[in-house]
């Protein structure tokens, strides 16, 4: 079965920092999502990358995908404290199937 | 965008009870929809896959039995834990797409605590 590593587990940043986060997968990737969860509350889905070297961005963050490398990266720029939240990646099983199996999640801190 | 709403949001119960959560597209129909479980600090750990109108797939280690899960309609998915237990207090959430080739929307989780 799949199974998705995010790195770091967790990050304290500044307020203004740059970070990014990773997600590696032990499987071809067909596909990776990216969402964010605050803790205890459903999920908000950020972005969708289909397609190797794919690469969006919504307001400040961008993310990108390598297929060759089996991986994901978010990157958020210039950080708020509204970026604080667990942030997960998910990904399925095979092109066009809808079950994820989802990342170990990367806890966000943004220190004023 | 698409809203997926789960009802209740938190529910407290005795042990032996059952108790049923309610997931519900409200401006899109679903296909299908998944149910997932989370573990504080954990992952979410999908549990079944659920089609309108045929019955559910669950994934290996779930209890079919003790996890009903019943998807009545293109907008409507229930998950009922039967003679739930301490240990099955968990944070369940929901999800639901369009088609094959969308997004999951999730819903906001209905936190179970089972006393």
């Known amino acids: 079965s799949q199974e998705l590593e995010q790195s770091p587990q967790s990050l304290i940043v500044q307020e203004g920092k740059n970070l990014t986060i990773n997600c590696t997968s032990s499987?071809?990737?067909?596909?990776l999502y990216w969402y964010k969860q605050k803790y205890g509350e459903g999920l908000i889905f950020l972005m969708m990358?289909?397609?190797?070297?794919e690469e969006k961005s919504h307001e400040k963050i961008t993310a990108k995908l390598d297929e060759k490398k089996q991986q994901s990266s978010l990157h958020i720029t210039a950080s708020q404290p509204s970026h604080a939240g667990i942030y997960l990646c998910?990904?399925?099983?095979?092109?066009?199937?809808?079950?994820?199996?989802f990342g170990t999640g990367t806890r966000l801190t943004i220190i004023p | 965008g698409a809203v997926v709403s789960q009802h209740p949001s938190w529910v407290i119960c005795k042990s032996g009870t059952s108790v049923k959560i309610e997931c519900r597209s409200l401006?899109?129909?679903?296909?299908?929809m998944f149910w997932y479980r989370q573990f504080p600090k954990q992952s979410l750990m999908l549990m079944a896959t659920?089609?309108?109108?045929?019955?559910?797939?669950?994934e290996q280690g779930v209890e079919k039995d003790k996890f009903l899960i019943n998807h009545a309609s293109l907008t409507l998915s229930t998950l009922t834990v039967t003679s739930a237990h301490p240990e099955d207090s968990s944070f369940y959430i929901c999800?639901?797409?369009?088609?094959?080739?969308?997004?999951?929307?999730f819903g906001p989780g209905t936190r179970l605590t089972v006393t």
């Open positions: 999800s639901a797409t369009p088609d094959s080739f969308a997004e999951q929307y």
């Open positions: 659920s089609n309108e109108g045929s019955k559910a797939t669950y």
């Open positions: 499987k071809t990737l067909y596909g």
């Open positions: 990358l289909q397609k190797g070297g």
């Open positions: 998910g990904a399925p099983p095979n092109f066009g199937n809808e079950k994820l199996t």
């Open positions: 401006d899109f129909q679903a296909t299908t």
